[in-house]
């Protein structure tokens, strides 16, 4: 069973936030087709919500822990 223990420090997270927040923003504003502005989107909402709360399910499974 997954434990959605914290798994991504705090620099990181915020990094992630703000990654993610310009790919959805820069894929809503200058995508060439809807298809990739939903794909750019839809990445940076993932990317955003991993830093909000800290984990990340790929990390995870990786075994990454923050010391």
């Not at 993610?20 to 989107?41: E, K, Q, R, S, Y």
């Not at 909402?45 to 909000?52: E, K, P």
């Amino acid at each position: 069973m997954m434990s959605f223990k914290k798994n991504v420090p705090s620099f990181e997270r915020v990094c992630r936030v703000f990654i993610g927040a310009c790919i959805a923003c820069l894929g809503f504003l200058f995508a060439p087709t809807d298809l990739v502005m939903w794909i750019a989107i839809a990445v940076g909402c993932v990317l955003a919500c991993t830093g909000v709360t800290g984990f990340c399910p790929m990390c995870f499974i990786a075994k990454r822990k923050i010391d």
